[in-house]
């Protein structure tokens, strides 16, 4: 069965710093997708980044970029120029293509951005 | 752009009362997934539904049924609602074949 492991309950950073969460996974697909969710209070679940597993390159998405290993099974967002609007808890998310689509989610990490 | 609607947003309900809630999906998706988030935790997935077939199942209880109806929209029904049955219910929508899931605002669901 798939797992997914976020091990930083809570980080913090100074606006405008670079900060890195981390995330890892077991799988025995060889083909799948991770992604980051944003769930700020609204308690929505926004999409942030995905990555495809058969892509070496990293995705980015502005501010948002990933470091996706995968030979470690290692999946970490990195956030750049953090803003005030980025507190949120961050889900990272599994799902493989030999079955059926469903997500498999991390605990979340909790971040807050300090003014 | 359409996205997906939940209703309703809030619900209170008390023990061993029944609960319906509603997932209207993004038009033309053909998926619909349900999640459950408790306090503090992540989002756990129920069961899903592709074209008004159940396409699999998490670990929902027995006490939840739900399907898919022809228009799409997808329906969970909770009965003998208990204290822990109190969450963030979440529903996404998805085109087969595509990876991405649209997700809803989610229904909260207060058993007193």
């Known amino acids: 069965a798939q797992t997914v492991t976020q091990s930083q309950p809570e980080m913090s950073v100074q606006e405008a710093e670079t900060v890195t969460l981390s995330c890892t996974y077991d799988?025995?697909?060889?083909?799948?997708?991770l992604f980051w969710y944003k769930q700020p209070p609204s308690r929505q679940m926004i999409l942030v980044i995905r990555?495809?597993?058969?892509?070496?390159q990293n995705a980015t998405e502005n501010r948002f970029s990933v470091n996706f290993q995968k030979a470690a099974k290692s999946f970490s967002l990195k956030i750049s120029d953090s803003q005030l609007g980025d507190t949120a808890m961050y889900f990272c998310a599994f799902m493989g293509t030999s079955g059926t689509y469903k997500y498999i989610f991390g605990t979340g990490t909790r971040l807050k951005v300090l003014a | 752009a359409a996205g997906v609607i939940q209703s309703p947003r809030h619900l209170i309900k008390e023990k061993r009362e029944t609960a319906t809630l509603k997932c209207y999906p993004i038009?033309?998706?053909?998926?619909v997934y349900w999640y459950q988030q408790g306090p503090g935790q992540d989002p756990q997935f129920l069961i899903s539904?592709?074209?008004?077939?159940?396409?699999d199942k998490g670990s929902i209880p027995d006490r939840f049924s739900a399907q898919q109806f022809s228009d799409y929209h997808s329906e969970l029904n909770m009965s003998s609602l208990e204290l822990g049955d109190s969450a963030l219910y979440f529903c996404a929508s998805s085109l087969a074949g595509l990876y991405e899931q649209y997700f809803g605002p989610g229904t909260r669901l207060t058993v007193t």
């Open positions: 799988t025995s697909e060889n083909n799948y997708y």
């Open positions: 038009p033309r998706h053909d998926t």
């Open positions: 990555q495809e597993a058969y892509k070496q």
């Open positions: 539904f592709y074209e008004k077939m159940q396409s």
